[in-house]
């Protein structure tokens, strides 16, 4: 395996649904832009809606990593941008349906606000697919 999650026992547990570290030992890597949950239309779903956007941003994800060949299973690194961290729950129903195993790498962090005003979240992550055969 090229990726290894690690979290040793000299450093505090986590206290939440991540990993301290996610080693790389070769391959390519995969980086993605944030992702805001933008509909087919080119507006936001749901304004207001936690659940929704969270489903549409790792639904885009998805896709993404898809089109490179890669999995949620490939994901080493996750940042999540949200503009009320007191909804933060509704974010990781939707987030832990993709990550049922070891966690990625997570970094969390509340905004005053994001680039669309009916944007709650914004997502970015880094993968570490496998390397294209041939």
Do not use: C, W
């Not at 489903?55 to 898809?66: C, F, G, H, K, P």
């Not at 933060?88 to 939707?94: A, P």
């Not at 005003?117 to 993968?127: K, N, S």
């Amino acid at each position: 395996m090229r990726v290894t999650i690690d979290n040793p026992p000299t450093v505090p547990a986590t206290n939440g649904y991540y990993s301290h570290v996610a080693h790389v030992t070769s391959g390519p890597l995969l980086f993605l832009s944030g992702q805001v949950a933008f509909g087919e239309d080119g507006e936001i779903d749901r304004p207001g809606d936690m659940t929704r956007q969270s489903e549409v941003i790792m639904s885009i994800i998805e896709r993404l990593l898809a089109a490179h060949g890669a999995t949620f299973a490939d994901v080493v690194n996750i940042r999540t941008f949200a503009t009320d961290l007191s909804r933060l729950r509704e974010y990781g129903e939707i987030r832990s349906r993709y990550f049922p195993k070891e966690p990625p790498t997570s970094t969390t962090v509340e905004v005053a606000r994001l680039f669309h005003p009916d944007a709650l979240l914004e997502v970015e992550v880094i993968a570490a697919p496998p390397a294209p055969a041939g």
